[in-house]
């Protein structure tokens, strides 16, 4: 019995051995068990599996990491909390917020380095217009949730945005939105 339904045998899924390995890892490490013990919910976002015809369903993997990442950050937000008191881990979310905002309040065309005009990076336009939503999320309160700021896409551009910036930034965001949940 498989843990996922997979994909067709014509089509690419997720390579259904390292999703099951990881799996197993990601139980020990989330009961304590052993050297997985230092697996966080930074380390599930940034997960990576290799891709196999017949593999496991992307969209039905993706949806299990995120719940485990979910799962994952209320572990280390209450076991911050125990440590720092709420005072200091809301202070430690509130800085993180602030750095962003900072990051998004720089003029449109020019939130993040560009790469060259040979080289393709994230479109410009596609990410101000999300940076956007994001400074009304911090600033004024708007709603957006955390499966919009992980699923988002942008489309790609000569010239575009740096993506290792963008999507550091990202998952900064990710993890204020998980830290005051």
């Given at each position: 019995m498989s843990t996922f339904p997979r994909a067709r045998k014509s089509k690419l899924g997720y390579d259904?051995?390292?999703v099951d390995e990881f799996l197993q890892s990601a139980r020990r490490a989330y009961d304590g068990d052993g050297?997985?013990?230092?697996?966080?919910?930074?380390?599930?976002?940034q997960l990576a599996f290799g891709m196999a015809k017949?593999?496991?369903?992307?969209?039905?993997?993706?949806?299990?990491l995120e719940r485990l990442e979910d799962a994952?950050?209320?572990?280390?937000?209450e076991q911050a909390r125990a440590v720092q008191g709420d005072a200091a881990w809301f202070e430690e979310a509130r800085?993180?917020?602030q750095v962003v905002v900072n990051r998004l309040d720089r003029p449109i065309g020019r939130r993040f380095d560009r790469v060259s005009v040979f080289?393709?990076?994230y479109?410009?336009?596609?990410?101000d217009r999300f940076a956007t939503r994001l400074v009304r999320y911090?600033?004024?309160?708007?709603?957006?949730?955390?499966?919009e700021v992980r699923t988002v896409t942008f489309r790609p551009q000569r010239g575009g945005y740096k993506e290792l910036q963008v999507d550091l930034l990202l998952d900064s965001v990710t993890d204020v939105m998980l830290a005051v949940r």
């Open positions: 259904s051995e390292q050297a997985e013990a230092t697996l966080t919910a930074a380390d599930i976002r017949g593999g496991y369903s992307t969209t039905h993997v993706d949806a299990a994952f950050s209320a572990r280390e937000r800085t993180t917020a080289t393709y990076g479109n410009r336009a596609d990410v911090f600033q004024d309160a708007r709603p957006m949730s955390v499966d």
